[in-house]
């Protein structure tokens, strides 16, 4: 059945302002439903032509001829893309007013959006940018898949498992995979949240299987990043910075904006880094190992105007890509295996804390975990490397033995 679908321009002549004008209205007639909206236009009643829905100012008809352009533009996106319309929807579209997202993309774009409005706030930029990556793989998979959007009421654990074999085909890794199908069902939460959905289609479904492995150095891979002298400026900041991570735990997005105002001296006398963090908002306070003592005092150094106060402690000069590129070429110089990173020295910090046997809920506080479920990946690490070097203890002594 065809809709029917009428747009009417029409003034009320018993409600006149003080200057003698009235407001234009225009009804929008869907399938002999109405809904009324305003135009932001105004005539005198006695210029308004009820038969042709004009006034007689020129201006003002040209105006009113663009809003029912719009109107029906709407309608028309509005009608190919979800198959039917309303006259309140359309208002709603119309007057900018969010209506609650029905369909897979449309609550994956409204997530999106949300996030975006909270960056620099509660949410970091990364966090939008992974968001930007999960939606855009969940558009190609709706487009591989017929390119219509899916109405959520419909989605079963089907569209789980296709989903999970649409990421396979990309040759994507396992964690990856899990992350991209935990937003999937992130967004189910939000519909059963919103009221679009009775219940969670995704709820006994299994994941990826992954083994969480993390990249850290040895205490003697650390000693030959402390004893190299560069000539190269960035590449020795890189060198200062990723030291610096190794022994205070902070992150790449941290360092970047550390201040020396973040730099306290407790009652004691000890200095530490009280700083909230970049990422989870919560706060890290970590006390100074010399080393990262010194190297804030080079820092201060080096630095034309010394460092105090919003004075960041290290002030760079090119981007996050060629400092990565940097440091890469560092552990080269160094004989080191690995391919360094800034997030294998955070790594490398929470790691030889805790084999130092640091509790581990202090270690969960010095990184700004929000949780500690966090920090327990470092107590796997120290388990597994304990039982290692048991193992090597027992052959050499059943080849001694021998």
Not at 47 to 76: C, D, H, M, P
Not at 140 to 155: H, K, S
Request: with cysteine.
């Amino acid at each position: 059945m065809r809709s029917t679908f009428k747009i009417l321009f029409y003034i009320n002549r018993q409600k006149t302002k003080a200057d003698g004008k009235t407001a234009i209205f225009c009804r929008v007639t869907i399938d002999g439903r109405s809904a009324v909206m305003t135009t932001g236009e105004e005539c005198l009643p006695a210029e308004w032509n009820s038969g042709q829905g004009i006034t007689g100012e020129k201006k003002i008809n040209q105006r009113l001829a663009a809003f029912r352009e719009l109107v029906e533009k709407a309608y028309a996106e509005m009608l190919a893309k979800d198959g039917v319309v309303s006259a309140e929807l359309l208002k709603n579209r119309l007057q900018g007013v969010a209506a609650t997202p029905t369909t897979l993309l449309a609550m994956s774009e409204a997530e999106l959006q949300s996030v975006k409005a909270c960056v620099g706030k509660s949410k970091a930029e990364s966090t939008y940018q992974n968001l930007i990556y999960s939606d855009k793989l969940l558009r190609a998979f709706v487009n591989e898949n017929g390119g219509r959007d899916i109405p959520l009421a419909g989605i079963t654990e089907d569209l789980f498992e296709d989903f999970r074999f649409f990421l396979k085909k990309r040759g994507l890794a396992a964690s990856t995979m899990n992350h991209l199908l935990c937003r999937l069902s992130r967004l189910m939460y939000r519909a059963v949240d919103l009221k679009v959905i009775r219940c969670h289609p995704f709820e006994d479904v299994a994941y990826e299987k992954e083994e969480r492995k993390i990249r850290f150095l040895q205490k003697s891979d650390v000693a030959k990043l402390m004893a190299l002298r560069i000539n190269d400026r960035e590449a020795e900041q890189a060198r200062q910075m990723f030291l610096f991570s190794c022994f205070t735990g902070l992150a790449i997005a941290d360092m970047e904006r550390l201040k020396f105002s973040h730099i306290q001296t407790a009652v004691d006398g000890r200095r530490y880094i009280r700083k909230e963090r970049q990422k989870t908002k919560v706060e890290s306070v970590v006390p100074l190992h010399p080393i990262a003592e010194a190297i804030l005092c080079r820092c201060r150094e080096d630095q034309t105007v010394k460092g105090k106060g919003d004075a960041l402690v290290f002030p760079r000069g090119c981007g996050r890509s060629v400092m990565n590129n940097k440091l890469s070429t560092v552990g080269l110089a160094c004989g080191i295996r690995q391919r360094l990173s800034f997030h294998m020295a955070r790594h490398t910090f929470g790691t030889l804390s805790l084999s130092a046997g640091i509790p581990i809920e202090s270690i969960a506080k010095m990184m700004g975990h929000a949780s500690i479920s966090s920090t327990q990946i470092y107590a796997q690490v120290t388990d597994k490397k304990i039982s290692e070097d048991m193992d090597k203890l027992i052959r050499k002594q059943q080849t001694t033995s021998v």
